[in-house]
């Protein structure tokens, strides 16, 4: 392989004036940033595709395993908790453990942990392995982020986050179709299978071509030269906090919220522990979590529009292929594919993000790209219970084509002003901004889908009157239709069953509408971000 340009010695100064950058920290070694690229995307694409791969299969392994979809349920829950817990301090282990090793070791836990999914013989060995299976892959993405800003200088920045884009933009796209082919043609076991051959030579390839440069364990060995310190109470903190609060968003809507005593307990215990968390961090020596990265007022807004992009990408992902199972009757692979074009879209556009990253001020790019979210987001509050697969699949097409121009200058523009041995904490608060993001996303549009359900039905109902001429006419002509097949009640059974088949889809409508309000009134913090084009500003340097 070539030599990457980049691996000079020696720092390069931003046009910024302020830190510099060095390739010191850099990952590449003897290699090609790009193949380096290339690598640490495969098992960061791996762990994103099972975020949302086993959502479809859940009637199949509450089958298979003869236990309720309920149970099922903590299929899923089990490894949102524990992925909630292990990204917020996946930056402090990097630094701790050393962000190879400890990238490998994330690796080889979740293959590993895959393994067991698939041949669980019971609800509780899935779970266990789910739970594993959570905390390997929550080191995964942030590790790739901060090798990313460490490798590459600003100004290609841009372009190398434009491939962490496809990884975390159209693997929950690709998850459920993938998922629906997966247990229509084969089993649920293949599920978490799938990712054993994948997770081998992922690890294998890190091991052979990624480098932990002499600066990173010189930097490691300068934080710790006193001794490895462990906030014990942080990461207990973090564990109650984050591990409570993703259990209360992913119950709460099953166990009818705060009249569930499990919740309200649940939620106490969050907010209780998030509370202390931040005060006892922000007065930690050395915090597992290094909330004082917040005082950077780019990276703090970063981090609130990362989540924005988070709740709109994974809420309108599960959202729309359930409006299409529950309004027009589709499979779980066709509501799948209706999402595959968005997919499509996003890869199109993925390199014209990362050229323009580098080369204009990302406001110009996060704006009009916000601007383009509300408008899809409006189009989608306008489809009908009619509506043709295509039309589906354009409306999802029209919303993923912005979104490459929202993650990767996000991505691009978060280090700015920050230090590079800073880039391992910022990444980790980083996914935990889009995966809470994505959390809340889906406990919205669900609370949002529920409520305007029973709104909508109740509003219908009050129509289905004998004494309106709409009703009774209705009545005379389905009657005609039906003639003698059945009785006098199947006219108002099906007239019932179009009703609520109105007001679901109604409903769905609604949801797409607040989570347009929602973009609108973000959109304008991306203006009080630090101007400049990435490749300009401060990003961080050595110290």
Known sequence: MAKAPAQKTGAKADAGGGHTWSPSRSAAGKYSPWLIVAIISIPTFMEVLDTSIANVALDHISGGLSITTDQATWVLTSYLVA????????????????????????????????????????IATLVVARVLQGIGGGGLAPVEQSILADTFPPKQRGMAFAAFAIVVVVGPVLGPTLGGYIVEYSSWHWVFLINVPVGIAAWFLVE??????????????????????????????????LGFLELTFDRGEREDWFSSGFIVMSAIIAAVSLVTLVIWELN???????????????????????GVTGMILFGTTQLIPQMLQQVLGYSS???GLALTAGGLATLVMVPFAG?????????????????????????????????????????????AMALPFLFVPINA???????????????????????????????FAQTQLAGGLQRHQSELTQTLNPLDPNYNDWMQKATSVFGGQGDATTPLAVLYSQMQRQATMLAFLDVFRAMMVVVLCVAPLVLFMRSGKTGGAPSGGMH
């Open 413 to 443: 523009i978060a280090y700015v002003g920050l230090k590079q041995t800073q880039t391992a904490q910022a990444s980790s608060l980083l996914n935990v901004s889009r995966n809470l993001g994505g959390t809340i996303g889906i406990c």
């Open 83 to 122: 992925n909630a817990i292990v990204i917020p301090i996946s930056g402090w282990l990097s630094d701790a453990i050393g962000r190879k090793r400890y990238f490998l070791l994330s690796i080889a836990l979740f293959t590993l942990a895959s393994l067991m999914c698939g041949l669980a013989p019971n």
């Open 284 to 306: 930690h020596k050395d915090p597992v979590i290094d909330l004082k990265l917040l005082k950077n007022r780019n990276f703090a807004l970063t981090i609130g529009v990362m």
């Open 208 to 241: 052979t071509f990624v480098d932990e440069p002499d600066q990173v364990k010189k930097d490691r060995d300068e934080r710790f030269k006193n001794g490895l310190t462990i906030d014990y109470v942080g990461v207990a903190l973090v564990a109650l906090g």
């Open 355 to 399: 050229r323009l990253s580098g080369l204009v001020d990302v406001r110009f790019l996060l704006f009009p790209a916000l601007l383009v979210q509300a408008f899809a987001l409006w189009n989608m509050s306008h489809l009908t219970a009619d509506i043709a697969f295509s039309d589906a699949a354009f409306a999802r097409l029209f919303q």
């Open 333 to 335: 692979l066709d509501a």
